[in-house]
């Protein structure tokens, strides 16, 4: 006798996780997607924050005695592949997990499944289906010993076996990163209780389970995930200059503000340009938007001053505020201006 399936819910509500070195307005990108898709996006969390959350879990579930203590464990995250490599420290303490620091790059996946493509099948060009299925042996070997690789080519079937041994011959700097990070960490091996493999969706679903109002979806454990921004965050200023208002790993809720005075004589408005990046130019980063302010009083050059205001709120929304004040005093003039951010598409993928 067949048991019943339970009835399918309509999915609403979705946590996708996001490589560390994705900006605002591929973020934004992806909400506009999750919309036209009829989702609503309740987080984009960073993958090493995802896996942070699920490490603070499980230290809940096993070390019992570790809840409300004030012990703290302080993890390193660090995941190369899939085109992206991530690195996050993170420190947990009673279901807490804070990130302290986190940082990534572009680089990774590609270089990886090729090097193997042409070690697997040196004359075999790298179709589709065939970079899936080596793609998919890849994934396999980050949490088993070996994988199977199978895939059909024309006529023909294509399969073939490879360990993780000779997978690490062929992509010798996969060894060599893994020897650096856990030399550096001082440890023998990596943190055994965590599939490597799974652990950014089980912590999307705890996040998620969180930001629902559910609690744990597998205990009575309290969780809460300290964020933190990825990239400083500041506007245009001084010429071409990049002056940073928000830096970078700085806490998710957060709110910064800096004084600025005017550039030329009588100045009675101000462009301010929005802008997220690493470098010390605004050509080193990406454009967020833009707005005008005016009711700057009439003066010589460097005596009124303008207030701009950063705030960044639980679900990582950036609203930016300004205002002007007069010459001596900085108290606002005018209700401050409020856009939020971004609000133009420069084309960054």
């Known amino acids: 006798m067949c048991g019943k399936l339970p009835p399918l819910k309509t999915v609403r509500d979705v946590v996708l996780t996001v490589p560390v070195s994705f900006s605002r307005l591929q973020l934004t990108r992806i909400e506009r997607a999750c919309a036209m898709a009829g989702l609503h996006a309740l987080r984009l969390m960073p993958e090493p924050t995802a896996v942070a959350l699920l490490f603070s879990q499980q230290l809940q579930r096993t070390v019992r005695e570790n809840i409300g203590s004030g012990s703290e464990k302080v993890a390193l995250i660090f995941n190369m592949g899939a085109g992206y490599c991530d690195v996050c420290r993170t420190a947990t303490s009673g279901g807490v997990s804070e990130i302290k620091g986190m940082a990534g790059s572009a680089i990774g996946g590609e270089g990886l499944l090729l090097n193997l493509i042409r070690f697997v099948a040196p004359f075999t060009k790298s179709a589709g289906l065939f970079r899936i299925a080596v793609q998919h042996a890849i994934h396999q070997l980050s949490f088993q010993d070996s994988a199977t690789i199978e895939a059909k080519l024309g006529r023909f079937t294509f399969s073939?076996?490879?360990?993780?041994?000779?997978?690490?011959?062929?992509?010798?700097?996969?060894?060599?990163?893994?020897?650096?990070?856990?030399?550096?960490?001082?440890?023998?091996?990596?943190?055994?209780?965590?599939?490597?493999?799974?652990?950014?969706?089980?912590?999307?679903?705890?996040?998620?389970?969180?930001?629902?109002?559910?609690?744990?979806?597998?205990?009575?454990?309290?969780?809460?995930?300290?964020?933190?921004?990825?990239?400083?965050?500041?506007?245009?200023?001084?010429?071409?200059?990049?002056?940073?208002?928000?830096?970078?790993?700085?806490?998710?809720?957060?709110?910064?503000?800096?004084?600025?005075?005017?550039?030329?004589?009588?100045?009675?408005?101000?462009?301010?340009?929005?802008?997220?990046?690493?470098?010390?130019?605004?050509?080193?980063?990406?454009?967020?938007?833009?707005?005008?302010?005016?009711?700057?009083?009439?003066?010589?050059?460097?005596?009124?001053?303008?207030?701009?205001?950063?705030?960044?709120?639980?679900?990582?929304?950036?609203?930016?505020?300004?205002?002007?004040?007069?010459?001596?005093?900085?108290?606002?003039?005018?209700?401050?201006?409020?856009?939020?951010?971004?609000?133009?598409?420069?084309?960054?993928?």
Not at 185 to 212: M, R, T
Not at 260 to 274: G, Y
Not at 282 to 307: D, M, N, R, T
Request: glycine share 8%; hydrophobic share 40%.
């Open 160 to 349: 073939t076996k490879i360990n993780r041994t000779k997978f690490e011959e062929v992509n010798r700097k996969v060894f060599k990163v893994k020897n650096l990070v856990l030399n550096l960490c001082k440890k023998d091996q990596a943190y055994p209780g965590i599939n490597q493999f799974e652990s950014a969706v089980y912590g999307a679903a705890l996040e998620g389970a969180v930001a629902s109002g559910q609690g744990n979806p597998v205990g009575n454990l309290d969780l809460l995930s300290k964020q933190s921004i990825v990239h400083p965050l500041g506007i245009k200023a001084d010429g071409n200059a990049f002056v940073r208002i928000m830096e970078r790993n700085s806490a998710i809720p957060s709110r910064k503000e800096l004084w600025f005075t005017t550039a030329h004589h009588n100045q009675t408005e101000a462009l301010i340009m929005v802008y997220e990046g690493e470098g010390h130019k605004v050509e080193e980063s990406h454009l967020l938007g833009y707005f005008k302010i005016g009711g700057i009083p009439p003066a010589k050059k460097g005596c009124s001053e303008v207030i701009v205001a950063m705030d960044i709120d639980a679900s990582n929304a950036l609203k930016v505020y300004a205002a002007a004040s007069n010459p001596g005093s900085r108290q606002p003039l005018l209700p401050y201006l409020e856009v939020r951010m971004p609000n133009v598409d420069d084309g960054h993928g």
